[in-house]
């Protein structure tokens, strides 16, 4: 049987949309708190592959998820490039020598194959999909290479072109070394995307070609740009089997618009998530289904990643709606008898 995650990434029917979050593995669980501790921190514990594969296992332990996301981050390609990169406690990345301009986009180094200088990312890809039951795919990840430029740049010099083919060539090297350690599905996050539309959705699509080039037809490719819901059009062709929505997005009209030609993963807003109680994400969850639609190639996920306040009861709620959810038999089983 094909688990029902892959399935529905290729828009065969299944059963029920599979689920699962962005940021599924975070702060928001005490028991991936417990780790964090135990490692001494973000970076500690990315590379220990042993706490690496415990915090990718944790939420289909605790919540029964459809699929698992390898735990790392999509900036570590930045440091066998060269670029030191730390995260500092409550306040997010810092790259300590960033990219000025051309002449330090051509000190950059590009490995030529990132899956050795990244053998600790490897190493929890093949721990972690040991460790999952057979129906659980395991999704490797990378930032697309805008989004990683955001990061690495300073002074405006994100939109560099040689900054931005290193790192596309790194990227495609990085995911190529995670489906041959065994990821089953690779997704490209383009959280900065909006900022230049023109120039991520170029650089995401040369990615994209390459691997799937590189990788074949069977592992399915998730393209996740925040802020491109304009951009339905160009989302649909850039290459991705998946393409994520954020919150911003109807889900509705963007199944509508966009067919059969690709699934859609989304988009339940992570601030109602986080703020609301239990029987409110029921019922957004609910009414996020039947935006859905029975037709295949949905998968139930969130705009943007779990928030780290978000209580766990409502993100046990959102994946317990999903898990019992069922199509009505017939469409006219919702409506009203007629009258006689
Ligand atoms: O569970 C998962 O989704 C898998 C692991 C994962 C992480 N980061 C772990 C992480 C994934 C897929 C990412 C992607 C990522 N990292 C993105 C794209 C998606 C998005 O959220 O927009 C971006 C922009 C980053 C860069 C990054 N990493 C930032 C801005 C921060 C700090 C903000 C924050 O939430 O703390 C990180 C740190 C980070 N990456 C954490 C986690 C679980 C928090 C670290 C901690 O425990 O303190």
Redesign the pocket.
Known sequence: MTPRFLAACRREPVDRPPVW???????YLPE?REV?ARAGG?LE??KTPEHAVEV?LQ?VRRLGVDAA???????LVLEPMGLDLQ?E?GR??RILNPVRGRDDAGRLRVPRDAGIDLAYVMETVRGARAGLPAEVPLIG?A?APF?VAT?AAEDGAETEELLLEKLARVTTSYLLAQAQAGAQAL?L?D??ASRALDVAFRHARTVLATVRELVGAEVPLIY?A?GAGARLDDLATIGADVIGIDATVDLREARARIGDRVAIQGNLDNEVLRSADPAGVRDATMRLLEAAGPRPGYIANLG??VL?ETPVLNVAAFVDTIRTWKWPASPRALRPAPKT
Not at 21 to 27: I, K, T, V
Not at 69 to 75: G, N, P, Q, R
């Open positions: 979050l962005m940021r599924q593995a975070g702060r991936y964090r973000f514990m990315v990718t939420p996301i390898l735990f790392a981050d999509i900036l995260f406690e997010g990345p990840f930032g989004t990061y997704m996050f959280s900065w996740f925040k943007h990643g780290p």
